[in-house]
């Protein structure tokens, strides 16, 4: 059985779910390990424009694996501190994996975000849920700190230092209705929907040009860790300006408005 499906719902678009249903797509190694491997796999995939993840059942991901985490790889002759950071290390390497896509990706939050598992629906960089999503930063309900993954990073980011500390303090769920309100998703649809609005989506994004989404990709994650508007401001220059000069996706998109068509974007001149 594989824990990592890959589909191609739409043209240039790939859905990748987490598929173990029966323990919530826990995050135990035997998961993670594959899933890592299959966004790198698809990141370097150019047919690929744009991508969604879920979870299969009713669960996104319910974070760590309590019942059977299994083993880290390439742990042979190594004690357990060093395993211990090891583990650590692959499970960091999963969420960054996601935000280091070349590709868009949206997350398909159709239930549980729990602990690690609303980590990695945070280091996507859109979500929507289905009305029968939550999440939880579970950490401090388990005896040990709200603090995983980036979870301190990305949620204050996503939502605001106050509502970050407030949530991640107290360890309660965030529905989806409160989710949307808030901005942790950028809409909440029902159930049934969720998935071809998140391939809508995604077919749009797919339409662009490719430095194009690759670059405001890259420029709305920098500006998070921007020291100042103005050393920010201009690397978005930059940006403009390489694909302005190098390409002629600015006149093919003002002939196609003239002419009421799709624009046809060739990233070259």
């Known amino acids: 059985m594989s824990f990592v499906l890959v589909d191609h719902p739409r043209p240039g678009v790939a859905l990748v ?26 990141s370097h995939d150019n047919a690929i424009r744009a991508v969604v993840v879920t979870g299969a059942g009713k669960g996104f991901s319910s974070g760590a694996d309590q019942t059977s985490a ?16 090891r583990a650590m290390e692959m499970l960091d390497n999963v969420v960054l994996a996601l935000r280091r896509m070349h590709q868009p990706v949206i997350s398909a939050v159709n239930g549980a975000a729990i602990g690690g598992g609303l980590c990695l629906a945070l280091a996507s ?32 980011r996503a939502i605001g230092s106050s509502r970050a500390f407030e949530i991640m303090l107290s360890g309660r769920d965030v529905h ?32 662009f040009s490719r430095p194009g989404l690759e670059l405001t990709k890259r420029t709305l994650w920098s500006g998070l860790d921007a020291a100042s508007l103005e050393s920010h401001i201009h690397q978005e220059g930059l940006g403009q300006l390489l694909v302005r000069l190098l390409t002629d996706n600015f006149e093919e998109a003002t002939a196609a408005r003239k002419e009421d068509r799709t624009p046809r974007f060739r990233d070259t001149r």
């Open 70 to 85: 299994g083993s880290p790889p390439h742990i042979d002759g190594l004690t357990r501190p060093t395993v211990a950071l």
């Open 176 to 207: 989806a209705e409160e989710a949307e309100r808030i901005g942790l998703v950028s809409r909440c649809v029902p159930a049934d929907d969720l998935l071809g609005a998140c391939f809508d989506l995604a077919e749009r994004m797919a339409t």
């Open 17 to 42: 779910t987490l598929n173990r249903p029966e323990r919530m797509n826990a995050m135990a190694f035997d998961v993670m390990v594959p899933f890592r491997e299959t966004l790198e796999r698809i």
């Open 125 to 156: 960089d859109v979500r929507i849920a289905s009305d029968a999503a939550y999440f939880r930063a579970a950490g401090i309900n388990n005896g040990l700190t709200a603090s995983e993954l980036g979870l301190s990073y990305l949620l204050p």
